[in-house]
């Protein structure tokens, strides 16, 4: 019997150091200390045993069920740990990984001109002045020596708003000119100024869009003159176009802001669908300009026996297509991601004149 007992003993510690998961581990103590397992069964046994077998036996069978109650215990604990080691193993997060790229987005090139722009215009003494989209006509049109029913309102398009209670019609400004007079309106000169920002008229088609962009300038101090006009433009338009050397045209035009007035033509070659500025044999038109009309100035208070300046209004839109190469003017403003890719700037890479613009 003792024997029996020894070898069962041997036989389920044996199976117990063998067992390799929690679920074989359960299954040995269901068959030896469940209800119907082999060491409950020799326990059920000391009942039917006389006084003296009991005494015996009672000991060695209580001791071989603490005992493999103890094994098996154990095993538990070693498996457990076991299982959480390969776990955690399993679900390491290696925090030395480089992080998964989550693009910054890039700048529009509409924005990244603006400042290219703005950065050349501020090497040159030019601070930045703004305006509201909202115009009142004063200064949209009258001011800009622009008066009710002159033909030149009929060929800007304009948007206008319902009128106010007082009766006043505010308009989506037609053009950055506006800020011209605001800007003589509010500072003494000299006034060196340039105002980017949004413009609308009521056209579109590939070359016009009923929102576009465009960067007036004004100079306006005592001495001031064409020579001074010319200058300007042919630094800016050197720096922007990253160029050694452009050859304008002036045309003589009309604005009725200006007198003289001129717009500006740069010399260009188109080859192989490209436009190459600064020599060539073609001229690509690129900004108006002039020396401010003695009306504007008296609109603005300033005596045009002693201030004089000149002005300039140029398309942003038709710059950016021009410098990078984009041909259809709408998708400027289709918000397609994968266009913005393509030609968009890096968020961190501001353009400035001695790091380069673009
Ligand atoms: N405002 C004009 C336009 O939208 C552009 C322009 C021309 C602006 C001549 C000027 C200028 O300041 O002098 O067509």
Redesign the pocket.
Known sequence: MQQDIENLKNEITAAIAASDSLDSLEEIRISSLGKKGSVSGLMKGLGGMSPEERKEMGPILNALKTDIANEIGARKNTLEAAALEARLLEETIDVTLPPRERPLGSIHPISQVMDEIAEIFSGLGFAVAEGPDLETDFYNFTALNIPEEHPARQMHDTFYLKPDENGERKVLR????PV?IRTMINQEPPIRIIAPGR?YRSDSDATHTPMFH?V???VIDKDTHLGHLKGTLEAFLKAFFEVDAVTLRLRPSY?P??EP?MEVDVQCSFEGGTVKIGDGNDWLEV????MVHRKVLEACDLDPNVYQGF???CGIDRLAMLKYGMNDLRAFFDSDLRWLRHYGFSALNLPTLAGGLS
């Open positions: 037609t053009h950055t000119s011209q413009t465009q007036e300038g004004l604005f802001f200006t007035s900004l108006g300009s002039g002005a300039f209004g």
